[in-house]
């Protein structure tokens, strides 16, 4: 086996201590989405179609691309009569009509809670309200939310834009947010909204998701003591993204990597404590990989900072729930 610690400089390969920030790596909504997946392909054999990525990840769709799921773009690209899986993100009503009219068996990924967030667009909108959302234009998250109300509903991005905001009554306004948003940003956001609109309504809970919530906070527990920060995740990974730009503001260096050996041994230049998180999406068994391949600069002391437990878990849809049941029950599956 060739030596994967050959390309490391000897000034890099110096003792340094990890800290393992927790919560970190997938969610409820991330782990029951992918189980949807599998177990579609288990009881329906591939090809089983999934319209955009199932979660925001390059490991986990490569690994069920292998085991037969079929991304596509849009519902254009799949067959009439075929099953195709809606990713975690969620859909527009409208996505929904054109798979119902195209005879298409529907098994729905999307994590509960940004349904309940489409759930409070239609509610909110149904009153009345303009609705203002607060997120990143163009994430999949976003077009869904915003397809159940379009009438109704205006994008926000930034503090700036909720100063510039005008809807035709801003007596009768309330807000959502996505569910992947950094805290702090959010919050500046929705002061300015309030700033602007004194009677501005919110959600009757935090719209931004636990497990985002709580990897944020994890970080934040060691960013101080950090001399680099590696957040394990894809680039089109908000939450993990969101991580990265979190380091960055409190002054630590930071990098977002997809696997281990996107490593650069100059970021580890005169580093001795690195802090090690992963986005909601990213695979528990890719931040081991990263300390292992820290061990291959130096002996490393791995130390885990533990700020809350998360035992949430969302059952899978009645499309595939039995199935889970029956493959459960059967030890030859």
């Known amino acids: 086996m060739a030596d994967v610690s050959a390309d490391v400089a000897p000034e890099n390969r110096i003792a340094r201590r990890v800290l393992l920030a927790g919560p970190r790596s997938f969610c409820a909504g991330v782990e029951r989405a992918i189980e949807i997946v599998e177990q579609a ?25 292998g085991r037969g799921a079929v991304f596509v773009e849009e519902l254009d690209e799949v067959p009439d009569d075929a099953t195709v899986v809606f990713s975690a993100h969620g859909v527009s009503p409208a996505v929904r009509q054109e798979a119902a009219r195209r005879g298409l068996e529907v098994i729905d990924g999307t994590c509960p809670l940004v349904a309940k967030v489409h759930a409070e667009a239609r509610r909110f909108a149904a009153r009345g309200d303009t609705v203002v959302l607060v997120g990143h234009a163009g994430h999949e998250e976003v077009e869904g939310t915003l397809g159940e109300a379009p009438e109704s509903m205006m994008l926000v991005q930034s503090a700036d834009e909720a100063r510039e905001l005008a809807p035709a009554d801003g007596r009768r306004i309330s807000y959502l947010t996505q569910t992947t948003l950094a805290v702090d940003e959010t919050a500046e956001v929705v002061g300015a909204l309030r700033e602007r609109f004194p009677q501005l309504k919110e959600p009757p809970s935090e719209d931004i998701c636990y497990a985002t919530t709580n990897r944020q906070a994890a970080l ?9 920060v590696l957040v394990v995740g894809s680039r089109n990974s908000s939450n993990s993204v969101r991580l990265v730009e979190l380091a960055r503001r409190g002054g630590t260096p930071a990098e977002l990597i997809d696997r281990a050996g996107d490593i650069r041994p100059e970021w580890l ?23 292992t391949r820290l061990g291959d600069f130096g ?27 029956r493959a459960a029950d059967d030890p030859s599956s």
Do not use: C
């Open 220 to 228: 934040q527990a060691i960013v101080a003591e950090a001399d680099l």
């Open 269 to 291: 230049a005169g580093v001795r404590t690195v802090g090690l998180t992963a986005g909601a999406s990213a695979p528990p068994a890719l931040v081991t990989e990263v300390v």
């Open 299 to 325: 002996p490393v002391r791995v130390e885990e900072r533990e700020i809350a437990r998360e035992t949430v878990h969302f059952d899978l849809p009645p499309a595939v729930r039995g199935d889970a049941r």
């Open 41 to 65: 392909l288990r009881t329906r054999g591939s090809p089983v179609y999934v319209r955009k990525q199932i979660v925001h990840n390059v490991t986990v769709v490569e690994d069920l691309a």
